[in-house]
């Protein structure tokens, strides 16, 4: 059994350590590709698109991908990818790319990715955020805030 800071990797699981004793978040090694949303149609007047709505799904390598690149702090909130797909903070389009983030106490941002041979949308990459970072996309006009923006507490360290 391997322990880092934020995850315990045992032969059969992964073991995400979520904030502040809340527990944590048990993924077998053996998951396949897993349906977790459908496109929210509503971004679409955020986006620019006319999409319609399509299956997104996490690839099986996903969390081995963040711990890879010590996304720890994403790694957390992987069981919130609904909810960030359904109903995130920002929005946007680059390179092909819809990428969204929601604010929790961390940032969150995720890249959804078509895979052009199995014609399947997919969560490619998420990772936490500054604040500066978010701030500087929204003034360059690469993210839009989604519907009502709820308070951001933007004198935190985020």
Not at 41 to 65: C, R
Not at 95 to 118: A, H, P, R
């Amino acid at each position: 059994m391997t322990t880092y800071p934020m995850v315990t990797i045992s032969q059969h699981n992964i073991y995400i350590n979520k904030n502040e004793g809340s527990g944590q978040i048990k993924v077998s090694r053996d998951d396949k590709l897993i349906e977790i949303a459908r496109f929210n149609t509503e971004l679409n007047a955020v986006l620019g698109t006319t999409y319609n709505s399509f299956k997104i799904y996490k690839s099986q390598g996903l969390l081995t991908h963040l711990l890879k690149r010590k996304h720890y702090t994403a790694a957390k909130y992987i069981e919130n990818l609904p909810d960030i797909i359904r109903e995130p903070d920002f929005a946007g389009v680059y390179n092909g790319n819809i990428e969204l983030v929601k604010c929790y106490k961390d940032n969150i941002f995720i890249s959804i990715k078509l895979d052009t041979k199995k014609s399947k949308h997919y969560v490619a990459t998420i990772f936490d955020v500054k604040r500066g970072k978010i701030e500087a996309y929204m003034k360059l006009g690469r993210w839009k805030e989604v519907g009502k923006q709820k308070e951001l507490d933007w004198n935190s360290n985020q």
